[in-house]
C-alpha cells in the first residue's frame, strides 16, 4: 500500500513537473504597414517640408532613422537633419513625386520613385530646382509608422 502511495506520488510529482517544463510561448504579432499608411507618412513629412515646420519630422524620423546619398558619402541622421532644416535660409516652394512604388513587406515599406523639388533661397529670388530618385524604407512599430531609412541620388 505504501509503494502504491509513492508511485502514485511520484507519478503526480513528474506530471506536474512535465507542464511546467515546457513555457508557452505566444507568437509575437507584427503591425503589418499598408500602403496609405506608407504614402500617409510619405505627405506628412512633404507638407512639413513645403510649410517650413521642423516639427512633424520629430514624429515622421525614427530615431534610428539615417539619409545617405550626399555626393561626399556621408550620412545624416534624425537630430542633425531637423537642427540643419530648423536653421535653413531656404524654403521649399514645391515638392512633385512622379513614378511611385510601393512595396510592402509585413511591418516594412519601400517607397522608390523620383522628385521634383523647387527650392526658394533666403531672398526668396533664387530657385535651385533638383530632380531626385529616392529610396524611403518606412516601419510601422508599436501602431505607429515611421521613416527608418532614406536614400537619394541626383538625376540629370
Same mark, same amino acid.
Given at each position: &500500500?505504501?509503494?502504491?502511495?509513492?508511485?502514485?506520488?511520484? &507519478?503526480?510529482?513528474?506530471?506536474?513537473?512535465?507542464?511546467?517544463?515546457?513555457?508557452?510561448?505566444?507568437? /509575437?504579432? $507584427?503591425? /503589418?504597414?499598408? /500602403?496609405? /499608411?506608407?504614402?500617409?507618412?510619405?505627405?506628412?513629412?512633404? +507638407?512639413?517640408?513645403?510649410?517650413?515646420?521642423?516639427?512633424?519630422?520629430?514624429?515622421?524620423?525614427?530615431?534610428?532613422?539615417?539619409?545617405?546619398?550626399?555626393?561626399?558619402?556621408?550620412?545624416? +541622421?534624425?537630430?542633425?537633419?531637423?537642427?540643419?532644416?530648423?536653421?535653413?535660409?531656404?524654403?521649399?516652394?514645391?515638392?512633385? !513625386?512622379?513614378?511611385?512604388?510601393?512595396?510592402?513587406?509585413?511591418?516594412?515599406? $519601400?517607397?522608390?520613385?523620383?522628385?521634383?523639388?523647387?527650392?526658394?533661397?533666403?531672398?526668396?529670388?533664387?530657385?535651385?530646382?533638383? +530632380?531626385?530618385?529616392?529610396?524611403?524604407? !518606412?516601419?510601422?512599430?508599436?501602431?505607429?509608422?515611421?521613416?527608418?531609412?532614406?536614400?537619394?541620388?541626383? &538625376?540629370?
Amino acid at each position: &500500500m505504501i509503494r502504491t502511495a509513492l508511485i502514485m506520488a511520484a &507519478m503526480l510529482v513528474f506530471a506536474a513537473c512535465k507542464q511546467t517544463a515546457e513555457p508557452i510561448i505566444e507568437p /509575437e504579432t $507584427v503591425d /503589418e504597414i499598408t /500602403e496609405e /499608411e506608407a504614402l500617409d507618412l510619405l505627405h506628412t513629412w512633404t +507638407n512639413a517640408y513645403l510649410k517650413s515646420d521642423a516639427g512633424p519630422l520629430i514624429e515622421v524620423l525614427d530615431d534610428t532613422w539615417e539619409y545617405s546619398g550626399s555626393s561626399d558619402g556621408k550620412t545624416t +541622421n534624425k537630430i542633425t537633419t531637423i537642427d540643419e532644416f530648423s536653421q535653413a535660409d531656404y524654403s521649399f516652394d514645391e515638392i512633385e !513625386y512622379h513614378d511611385l512604388k510601393v512595396k510592402l513587406y509585413d511591418d516594412i515599406a $519601400v517607397i522608390r520613385g523620383w522628385e521634383r523639388m523647387v527650392i526658394l533661397g533666403a531672398d526668396k529670388q533664387d530657385t535651385t530646382i533638383l +530632380n531626385l530618385r529616392f529610396t524611403d524604407v !518606412y516601419q510601422k512599430k508599436e501602431g505607429k509608422v515611421r521613416a527608418i531609412a532614406t536614400h537619394s541620388s541626383p &538625376m540629370n
